[in-house]
């Protein structure tokens, strides 16, 4: 059974940095593609972030371009995916979780993910 656990989050001060952590486990994860979304309270999931099966393509919300960085690491029966957020906004406040999907490329669509972690909270003061 797939597991997804993200860390990292936590408090940080406007222009500031964190980065943060998904590792799956239970399974090979030689075709799955993986994704970051966030949900703000009182918003729906939004879509920051998604990395391909091989880690060459890449995707990211308009309003975290530049500032972010999606990147996967295939270690012997996990995978780690990273999350790299710098120049944090109090925009940013959310918790982040990461998604996966067995594609190739799950892209932009929460639909397309099967599997969720249980997410990591991100708080940037103003």
């Known amino acids: 059974q797939v597991q997804l656990v993200e860390s990292g989050g936590g408090l940080v001060q406007t222009g500031g940095s964190l980065r943060l952590s998904c590792a799956a486990s239970g399974h090979t994860f030689i075709n799955y593609s993986v994704g970051w979304f966030r949900q703000a309270p009182g918003k729906e999931h939004e879509f920051v972030a998604a990395i391909d099966w091989s880690g060459t393509v890449t995707s990211y919300v308009d309003s975290v371009k530049g500032r972010f960085t999606i990147s996967r690491n295939n270690a012997k029966n996990t995978l780690y995916v990273y999350l790299q957020m710098s120049s944090l906004e109090p925009e940013d406040t959310a918790v982040y979780f990461c998604?996966?999907?067995?594609?190739?490329?799950?892209?932009?669509?929460?639909?397309?993910?099967?599997?969720w972690g249980q997410g990591t909270q991100v708080t940037v003061s103003s």
């Open positions: 998604a996966g999907a067995f594609r190739g490329y799950a892209g932009n669509q929460y639909g397309n993910y099967e599997h």
